[in-house]
């Protein structure tokens, strides 16, 4: 992967935006659109950036735990399952 040749200026994206939209779905390599020589979006194809946003989510749910952990906020497995099992019975 050579991230130069996923950099385009925006002039180029207003030129080209069917094919960009083709490669990206394609190769599933995002594109970086500079403007005034400066990095300014990324467009990225949606199965990528769907993954992504799952990928945030456990990373979100796992720094909380962590969190949690830190501060003592802790419940024993046993009293998570038997509250499971009953919730499950009704």
């Known amino acids: 992967m050579n991230i130069k040749e996923d950099i ?3 002039s180029y994206v207003k030129a080209h935006a069917a ?3 083709s490669q990206i779905s394609k190769t599933r390599r995002p ?3 500079t403007q005034n020589g400066e990095a300014k979006a990324v ?3 949606t199965d990528s950036y769907q993954e992504m ?5 456990l990373l979100k749910i796992i720094a909380q735990g962590e969190n949690d952990v830190r501060r003592g906020r802790l ?3 046993e009293d998570v399952f038997s509250k499971v ?6």
């Open 75 to 77: 419940v024993p497995q």
């Open 19 to 21: 094919d960009i939209l």
């Open 53 to 57: 946003q799952k990928a945030l989510g």
């Open 43 to 45: 467009i990225l194809d």
């Open 85 to 90: 099992e009953k919730k499950m019975k009704k």
């Open 31 to 33: 594109l970086y659109v």
């Open 8 to 10: 385009r200026p925006i």
